[in-house]
């Protein structure tokens, strides 16, 4: 199978494979007896999480462990009506479900939101957010990289802007973690989303980074776990595997990027020498190279879906996380009037195993495919 959606998910890796079930053997006890082996399994918890907070260039106290970016980025908006009657908050047209549906719930409690628009780029400007921030504004949310076009949002710079004002910034990391810095430091931010299985780890668990722990109203209550700031017995083999995946990503980040850069440049060359009728979605001078939307004009991509996963590849159109069936893409219709570039668009996505030979295989289905059902009709 040649697998090129890890924008959805990606597998895990040995290493945390190992560690998971070394760790699902080994430590069992629970993270808050006072007993030996749980002493030893709260150490290893403690270990973890520094590790985490290293990666990320944070403190220990600001991560807060969750099911995932799901929830690190309900658990954000929701803390608005907990500490507000009301207020304005801004985010942009192209934000994942997770914050898309958690802001219109947040409408319904008495918040104005502020979707802004992006360019036919999928691209925002800082002006754009400046312009639109007004003097009850709470709260901006924002992803980092779009996990359907790969555009970057220019999260450093809104977050300068954000920082000598009242007003929380919250970022949505998960695409990001694998090709860009993630420097909490860096970004200015006061929350930030990640989910450890889009960068090799397990599925099911990531983190909220939190740069005011104190300021963060507990949204899951029980007992004191994860500082009090989410109760629940931890899972500490997953949070073992994510720690061991946040080290690796950070040590290999470069020679991914590189590698992602030079898949993209090949597949770029490839589709662009057999004059297939296909754009590129998306800015590439804002993006991250490991993810590419492409439009097949003329083939409508749940048609291709379906011919690649016969020819054993996976690929993609809309965003897999929300969608299961081919829905048009709420970000396409967010950069497109086009409904036929909507419709027929795909989204290809490297790892760190993917190969030039798998590339080949893609273009190939697309040349016989356009061969088929587009050239045939004329
Ligand atoms: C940009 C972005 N944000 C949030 C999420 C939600 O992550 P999870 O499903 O792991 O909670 C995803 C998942 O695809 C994503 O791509």
Known sequence: MIYLDHAATTPISKHVRDVISTSLADDWANASATYTIGREAKKKLNDAIKAIARAINARPDQIIVTSGATESTNNVIRQLPIRFESGHVITST???????????????????????????LGELSVDAVEQAIRPDTK???????????GVRF??????????????????????????????????STDFTSFSAHKFNGPKGIGILYCKDPHHYVSVITGGGQNQGHRAGTENLPYILGMAAAFSDVVRDRGVHLDHYASLEHYLISALHKSELPIEINGSRRYHS????????????????LILADLDGIAVSAGSACSAGSVEPSPVLKAMFTDRNRINESIRVSFGPETTTDELDQLV???????????????
Do not use: C
Request: charged share 25%; glycine share 4%; net charge negative.
């Open 94 to 120: 192209i934000e994942h479900p997770s914050v898309m549906k958690t802001m219109e719930w947040l409408e319904t409690r008495g918040f104005e939101v502020t979707y802004l628009p992006v360019n036919e």
């Open 139 to 149: 709260l901006v949310s924002l992803m980092a990289v779009n996990n359907e076009t």
């Open 154 to 187: 220019p999260i450093k710079e809104i977050g300068k802007l954000l920082e000598e004002k009242e007003i929380w910034f919250h970022v949505d990391s998960v695409q990001a973690v694998g090709t860009t810095e993630v420097d909490m430091r860096d970004w």
């Open 289 to 304: 190279p490991h993810i590419l939307n492409l439009w097949l004009k003329g083939i409508s991509s749940s048609q291709f």
């Open 364 to 378: 190939n289905l697309l040349i016989t495919t356009f061969e088929r059902i587009v050239i045939k009709k004329k």
